[in-house]
């Protein structure tokens, strides 16, 4: 059974930084396309952020140039480095493998941006 943890989330004020991670069991993160999505209250799911099995990351528009997708091969541990962060970015944030097929969703980590 694969269990993923996220962890890191706060309060922060606009212009402040985070950074998210993503603990799993049952699944080696460095054989599986990875990525974080997020959901904003009232809104869906959506993908933020993925990492491929060749370690190149991909953002979406929104946030390029402010996130920063990695991981850890050997803690196994994937990460969010979220800088500039504005109000807007709150959310709560997930892991998972990149794609329409999905392992159970973790809690999440909630990211709340002050103005």
């Known amino acids: 059974q694969v269990q993923l943890v996220e962890s890191g989330g706060g309060l922060v004020q606009a212009g402040g930084s985070l950074r998210l991670s993503c603990a799993a069991s049952?699944?080696?993160?460095?054989?599986?396309?990875m990525a974080w999505y997020r959901q904003a209250p009232g809104k869906q799911r959506e993908l933020v952020a993925h990492?491929?099995?060749?370690?190149?990351?991909n953002y979406v528009a929104s946030v390029k140039g402010r996130f920063t997708i990695s991981g850890d091969d050997v803690k196994n541990i994937m990460y969010l480095q979220m800088n500039s962060l504005k109000p807007e970015d709150t959310a709560v944030y997930y892991c998972?493998?990149?794609?329409?097929?999905?392992?159970?969703w973790g809690q999440g980590t909630q990211v709340t941006v002050s103005s």
């Open positions: 998972n493998t990149f794609g329409s097929t999905w392992f159970p």
């Open positions: 049952g699944i080696i993160f460095s054989l599986s396309p």
């Open positions: 990492i491929t099995r060749g370690g190149s990351a």
